[in-house]
């Protein structure tokens, strides 16, 4: 299987630029999350969702938007970036009481905004 | 909202010596989770804990929850260097779907 997988792996963006970090997995699992690290930094969580057509915010949800058409997919948009968007971006899968809520991550997301 | 925080934020160890980091919650919790990160790669789950006062042991890691559920601890034993990387915890709010993670504690184990 090949997990939760994110792309791209890096971005550069230029202050005001928009873009969409890609997120899918083959796990069927129901619920998904968005996370943001920044430099030595613990997870911030920014959306999640526990299911399609269903979708909350978390801790630091300003500046980004998401969307989950599919079980399969939770796609990021980044609308306007700014220098403090600049982190490395985690989406992660579980299916909870599976015997345990274990979460999945992808290998993450580099992006810098300069 | 609810916090999580992690102390103690860095600890560096003599190989062969003990570790041992707390995890602090605002709120109740459903359950928590340890979460261990290598530099530069993402969290990897090693366990989770749902019962007041529940320990559990993985080899030389011991896992604990408070009896109020509300903070956590892992203790490694006789570090090695493979044990080097931030260690996470993640709690879930009760009632609700969505795990906070805690600031992390970065272990270096000196050999």
């Known amino acids: 299987n090949a997990g939760v997988t994110q792309t791209p792996k890096f971005r550069i963006l230029k202050i005001g630029q928009s873009m969409t970090l890609q997120c899918t997995q083959d796990?069927?699992?129901?619920?998904m999350y968005w996370y943001r690290q920044d430099p030595g930094m613990g997870l911030k969580l920014i959306y999640y969702?526990?299911?399609?057509?269903?979708?909350d915010k978390g801790e630091v949800p300003n500046g980004y938007n998401v969307s989950r058409s599919t079980t399969e997919d939770f796609p990021l948009r980044l609308e306007l970036a700014a220098p403090s968007q600049t982190s490395v971006y985690f989406c992660?899968?579980?299916?909870?009481?599976?015997?345990?809520?274990?979460?999945?991550f992808g290998e993450g997301s580099w992006l810098t905004v300069v | 909202g609810q916090q999580v925080m992690q102390i103690p934020q860095y600890q560096h160890v003599q190989e062969g010596e003990d570790f041992t980091t707390y995890c602090n919650s605002s709120?109740?919790?459903?359950?928590i989770q340890w979460y261990k990160q290598r530099p530069g790669g993402h969290p990897v789950f090693l366990i989770q804990l749902v019962k007041s006062g529940e320990v559990k042991k993985q080899k030389r890691l011991t896992f604990q929850f408070g009896e109020a559920k509300k903070n956590s601890s892992l203790h490694i034993t006789a570090t090695q260097t493979t044990d080097v990387g931030t260690y996470f915890c993640a709690g879930r709010e009760s009632g609700t779907y969505k795990y906070i993670f805690g600031t992390g504690t970065r272990l270096k184990v000196l050999a």
């Open positions: 709120t109740t919790l459903s359950n």
């Open positions: 969702s526990v299911g399609a057509g269903i979708t």
């Open positions: 796990m069927n699992h129901n619920y």
């Open positions: 992660a899968s579980s299916r909870l009481g599976s015997p345990a809520d274990t979460i999945y």
